[in-house]
């Protein structure tokens, strides 16, 4: 009979911490290569951002397959056609993709603009939202609501040379964050294995 005070919470996390200890090798070396690929990114942005559009397109047309296969099967399921249109617009929007991948390229620039743009907005409202409730260090969520709007701003402002390497940066900047975060963890879990 399990105790009383464990929860299904502390469960998962002493599951992940054995991993860690046990794996930290593993770990290390997925976030030298993340590092690495990230740096690469960041040294050739617009190679990294082409990649990412094709990437992405792959993603598509291979989930839209899988999607209209299934579909076409269960024709008598509930919605239907709603899934049959989702299946037929991801295969659209991977093949657009692969098609004409620097035209991609520059649409998913435009979507990030408007991600960077919702988000900062979302952000500035919840840091105001987080002053009226007195809670402590709204002010940071303010700055990054702030920043995310100078971000949609600059890209912007530098279009459409921006389309060429925004994309690739923001996508090495984010491997390289994670392929760090990784070895600090896996150098933290060797020491106490």
């Keep these: 009979m399990p105790s009383l005070d464990s929860s299904p919470g502390t469960d ?10 046990e794996h ?3 770990y290390l070396i997925e976030g030298i290569v993340l590092t690495v690929l990230g740096l690469a990114a960041i040294a050739v942005p617009p190679l990294a951002g082409l990649a990412t559009t094709i990437f992405l397109g792959w993603l598509f047309l291979v989930g839209g397959a899988v999607g ?3 579909t076409l099967g269960a024709r008598r399921a509930p919605g239907y056609l709603w899934a ?3 299946a037929v617009a991801a295969l659209a929007a991977g093949g657009l993709l692969l098609w004409n991948p620097l035209s991609g390229l520059l649409t998913l620039t435009y979507v990030l603009i408007a991600f960077f743009f919702i988000d900062g907005i979302v952000t500035i409202a919840l840091a105001l939202e987080h002053r009226r409730e007195l809670s402590h260090r709204w002010e940071w969520m303010l700055l990054g609501g702030v920043m995310d ?4 701003g600059v890209i912007i402002w530098l279009l459409p040379a921006a389309a ?3 994309l690739g940066l923001l996508v090495g900047i984010d491997l390289v964050f994670g392929g760090t975060t990784l070895i600090g963890m ?3 879990a060797r020491k106490v294995a």
């Design 68 to 70: 209209l296969v299934s």
């Design 84 to 86: 049959l249109f989702s």
């Design 24 to 26: 930290w090798l593993l």
């Design 12 to 21: 998962i996390g002493a599951g992940i911490r054995k991993s860690l200890r």
């Design 186 to 188: 896996a150098l933290s």
């Design 149 to 152: 709007l100078v971000l949609a």
């Design 164 to 166: 060429a390497w925004v």
